[in-house]
């Protein structure tokens, strides 16, 4: 899987805690591990924090979303050494500013404040050139497990 890949590469398979995080799939997926766009990282939560934010995502995605429609073609580096190779969209505002996933990402901040300041939705891919397939799926993860999901309508 591409995330353990990425763990052996910086030596933190060993060291990494399981923590929650949140993506967008593509619709050609049915694993979230390989290709994804991170929505929000949330890192340790307990199980009253878990609900929680099944309840804040319920909230904003519980009666379906539209899917996310972009071109993922503008390959750039991310990483401490900036040698993952990552494709970010050629116009992010359909992720960016997104009628419920924006507000979602405020209100997850409740749980956990960005560390960066500003969202720079990217797929994290060795190979792929250029990606067309909506994005169809909301995932809550735990570490490679998915733990409740909602689909676009």
């Given at each position: 899987m591409f995330l353990t890949n990425v763990c052996e590469k910086y030596e933190l398979r060993a060291k990494v805690i399981?923590?929650?995080?949140?993506?967008?799939?593509?619709?050609v997926e049915n694993d979230p591990n390989r290709l994804h766009v991170t929505h929000k990282y949330l890192g340790i939560l307990d199980d009253f924090e878990v609900d929680d934010v099944v309840e804040t995502i319920d909230r904003w995605l519980g009666d379906g979303w539209m899917p996310v429609r972009a071109v993922w073609d503008q390959e750039d580096q991310f990483g401490p050494e900036r040698d993952v190779r990552v494709?970010?969209?050629?116009?992010?505002?359909?992720?960016?500013?997104?009628?419920?996933?924006?507000?979602?990402?405020?209100?997850?901040?409740?749980?956990?404040?960005?560390?960066?300041?500003?969202?720079?939705?990217?797929?994290?891919?060795?190979?792929?050139?250029?990606?067309?397939?909506?994005?169809?799926?909301?995932?809550?993860?735990?570490?490679?497990?998915?733990?409740?999901?909602?689909?676009?309508?």
């Open positions: 399981p923590t929650y995080w949140t993506a967008l799939v593509f619709d494709l970010k969209p050629t116009d992010p505002t359909p992720v960016t500013e997104h009628s419920l996933l924006a507000p979602l990402r405020v209100d997850l901040d409740q749980f956990r404040e960005d560390d960066w300041e500003s969202y720079e939705p990217h797929v994290s891919t060795e190979r792929e050139q250029i990606i067309v397939s909506p994005l169809v799926e909301y995932v809550l993860m735990y570490d490679e497990e998915v733990v409740r999901s909602w689909p676009a309508l």
